[in-house]
């Protein structure tokens, strides 16, 4: 299994450094070429707005939308959220625009109002999920098959997946606990065992 990072800024390094303890292959990706081959791909955390100026003179979104049209599983945690979100609040960039939501950025105010929260993700397990929220966006609306994986104790909806396609509004790449990473491989598993032309490959492979 091959996981990318995009690694133009943000929090890669982490994800990265997690993906290897569950030892997966991860490599971070800048440029388009290093995109071939991947079962998986995240976009960190960051900054939404200069992720995305790289991302477009890199020549990576349109690569990137083209996999994800074709089923390639994509996790993206806080400014990776707002780049999947196909609507995005007071936005004027562009952005991936590959799951069906509407996005706030910055939705709880400023750095000082980063803050932390146990939250319960039923799919990721039964304990809590200690979610840290650093001037982090949140889903305002979810549209048909957009399934809801978490909120905050209000009602926020903090977390989604649809169909192969993850994000949540936290960073779970700074926290010890590897669930929310592993949700994600068991996606990217159930890809790769779904295609079987990639399954056959993979099987002879694996034999020989
Ligand atoms: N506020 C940032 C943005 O919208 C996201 C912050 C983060 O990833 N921690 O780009």
């Not at 910055?106 to 929260?117: I, P, R, Y």
Request: net charge negative; charged share 20%.
């Amino acid at each position: 299994m091959r996981v990318g990072v995009l690694a133009l800024q943000g929090t890669f390094i982490e994800h990265i450094g997690i993906l290897r303890q569950l030892g997966v292959e991860a490599h971070p990706i800048r440029l388009p070429h290093e995109l071939d081959t991947l079962d998986g791909l995240i976009v960190p955390g960051g900054e939404s707005t200069t992720m995305m100026k790289l991302m477009e003179s890199f020549g990576l979104l349109q690569p990137i939308r083209e996999m994800a049209q074709d089923g390639l599983p994509i996790w993206g945690t806080c400014a990776g959220m707002v780049l999947l979100a196909k609507d995005v609040f007071n936005y004027e960039m562009e952005t991936l625009g590959l799951m069906d939501v509407k996005i706030r950025r910055n939705a709880f105010g400023s750095q000082v109002d980063s803050f932390e929260a146990d939250l319960e993700v039923p799919l990721v397990g039964e304990e809590p999920f200690h979610a840290i929220f650093i001037r982090a966006p949140i889903i305002e609306e979810a549209k048909l098959g957009v399934k809801i994986l978490s909120r905050l104790p209000d009602g926020t909806i903090v977390a989604i997946r649809q169909n192969r396609l993850l994000a949540c509004a936290f960073h779970p790449e700074f926290t010890d606990d590897l669930r929310f990473h592993s949700y994600f491989l068991n996606i990217v598993s159930q890809k790769l065992s779904h295609n079987p032309e990639d399954g056959i490959l993979r099987g002879s492979r694996l034999g020989s």
